[in-house]
């Protein structure tokens, strides 16, 4: 195999995650995918049920108070807003570890050694299976999210290629960098990066529905619909007349 990475244009040069001791992460890193939710998602969730939290802290204060206990924290919780923000800021922090706990034992990535041309798969807080980047047959992944990332390793001696699968490659443009660098190290052509690949996916699905729209009206495709958004949607708004008999049909129109 050839193990002299193609040439790659500045402007499409990979800049994946690297570990600590510089190992490039092909997929996701831990903080990638844990942040987004931890500070967007779980705080909404946390304020949302900030009420039950609230009220469970107003009867352990009336507990602590019928206890003959009154110090600094009972004072504090007085107020009703203190028990609502105390009690939303005490689930966000429980529902972060929560989450924070199943993806640290479950994330799956795979560790390039660029000096050592070295691959190491690592599965939650192991490392399950190990590899050359010169036995990479295939190393293949989407760049939308929930897509995964195949990497196909064949040692001497193996009749069939072991396939690492690595889930959410597509997950952000450090995630699938690291999937790009490792296709250039192992002798293949790298991907475009992932904001072209999105666009073309966006595109591409754009004009499928598009297409079905057409077809319901008995609209004539043009190609140039498939990259003009307006022009589409110009003479799809046309022919909607036409069909209602407010505009008079040009030929080539559906009949109403």
Do not use: C
């Amino acid at each position: 195999m050839n193990t002299t990475p193609p040439a790659v244009p500045d402007r499409a040069a990979p800049a994946p995650r690297r570990s600590r001791g510089g190992e490039v992460l092909v997929g996701p890193s831990v903080r990638a995918r844990y942040l987004p939710g931890a500070l967007i998602g779980l705080p909404l969730v946390a304020l949302l049920l900030s009420p039950l939290a609230g009220a469970g802290l107003q009867q352990w204060r009336a507990s602590r108070r019928s206890a003959g206990h009154d110090g600094a924290l009972e004072q504090l919780l007085a107020p009703t807003w203190a028990q609502l923000l105390l009690g939303a800021l005490a689930l966000w922090a429980l529902f972060a570890l929560w989450a924070l706990v199943p993806l640290l034992l479950t994330r799956t990535l795979v560790l390039l050694d660029e000096e050592r041309r070295t691959l190491r798969l690592r599965k939650g807080l192991r490392i399950r299976d190990r590899g050359s980047v010169d036995e990479v047959e295939y190393a293949v992944g989407e760049a939308v999210r929930g897509s995964l990332g195949l990497i196909g390793v064949r040692t001497p001696g193996q009749a069939q290629p072991r396939q690492w699968v690595v889930p959410e490659i597509g997950w952000d443009d450090a995630s699938f960098d690291g999937l790009r660098l490792l296709q250039a190290a192992a002798g293949f052509t790298p991907a475009p990066p992932r904001a072209e690949l999105v666009a073309e996916h966006v595109r591409s699905r754009r004009e499928a529905a598009h297409r079905e729209l057409a077809t319901r009206l008995g609209m004539p495709w043009r190609e140039e619909y498939a990259q003009d958004d307006a022009a589409f949607r110009a003479e799809f708004d046309r022919v909607r007349r036409v069909l209602g008999g407010k505009e008079p049909p040009r030929e080539g129109d559906p009949e109403p």
